[in-house]
């Protein structure tokens, strides 16, 4: 079984006495170390499949399993990242960005040692005694990474975390995030409503469509780790998605482009 096994996943929510159906028989696999983009229009439930497999909000239809164990609750094993960033703002940056291995009993020597080689990782070694409100939303989203990937979580889930910063800094952390995976392999599950940034950054996008939240396409980025987002390659596959999520197929396709 592979390392993420989603069977027949549904989610139905009751607003008002009426049930709304926001996923519909989810069937998705995902390796350990993938970096996969949940893709699609708003409301076509990215955020309430992340949220199930993360464990927050649970699915009631199908199964979710990672490790072959079914996902019943949030592990301290995985780490969210969120758009807000969720930055403490009375604590300093490296404060915060010890704040997970304060949980997990790390005396402070090492959790300084960690938190600086995380910061390091992030570029912002500098600005370790600063507060939140000194740094720009670039700046704080990079302290979140860190803070997130300091734990050294098996699996770390981003909801649109770039969805608040504007396009450079945006396709700056981007490249972040590639330059960080290529060192630190890491299984990532990253929502985006962003067609460029799924093609961008994953080994696998998952294009879903709304009423109801549904899986059409699994597509294998074919394209180098190292992408240019000028390439004729890459704006091949950019095309490809676009059309597929203008399209009216029903089936589930799974292929390489
Ligand atoms: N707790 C809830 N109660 C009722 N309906 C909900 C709840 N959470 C989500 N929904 C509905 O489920 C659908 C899918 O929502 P979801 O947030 O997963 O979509 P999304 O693709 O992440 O959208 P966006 O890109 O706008 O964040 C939406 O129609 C939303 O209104």
Not at 8 to 34: H, W
Not at 127 to 136: A, D, I, V
Request: proline content about 4%; overall charge neutral.
């Amino acid at each position: 079984m592979s390392y993420i096994h989603i069977e027949n996943a549904g989610k139905t929510f009751k607003e008002n006495g009426q049930e709304f159906t926001a996923l519909l028989d989810v069937n998705l696999d995902i390796e350990k170390g993938e970096f996969i983009c949940l893709l699609g229009p708003s409301g076509c439930g990215k955020s309430t499949l992340l949220n199930a497999i993360a464990g927050f909000d649970l699915v009631n239809k199908g199964s979710i399993k990672i490790d072959g164990k079914e996902v019943a609750a949030p592990s301290d094993r995985n780490v969210t990242i969120f758009q807000n960033y969720g930055l403490l703002p009375w604590r300093t940056v490296i404060k915060n960005v010890e704040l997970g291995l304060e949980a997990k009993k790390i005396d402070k020597a090492k959790r300084r040692e960690i938190a600086k080689k995380y910061l390091g990782l992030v570029k912002l070694e500098k600005f370790e005694n600063s507060f939140p409100r000194q740094l720009s939303g670039g700046m704080k989203q990079r302290v979140a990474i860190a803070r997130a990937l300091a734990v050294e979580p098996d699996i770390v889930f981003m909801d649109e975390p770039f969805g608040a910063l504007d396009a450079i800094t945006r396709m700056k952390l981007q490249d972040d995030i590639l330059e960080i995976c290529k060192n630190e392999k890491k299984t990532i599950i990253f929502v985006t409503h962003d067609i460029e940034e799924a093609v961008y950054l994953a080994d696998r996008i998952v294009i879903m469509t709304p009423n109801p939240g549904k899986v059409k396409s699994v597509i294998t980025v074919p394209l180098h780790h190292l992408r240019d987002r000028t390439s004729g390659d890459f704006l091949l596959v950019r095309d490809k998605i676009f059309d597929l999520l203008n399209m009216k197929t029903e089936e589930l396709i799974e292929y390489t482009i």
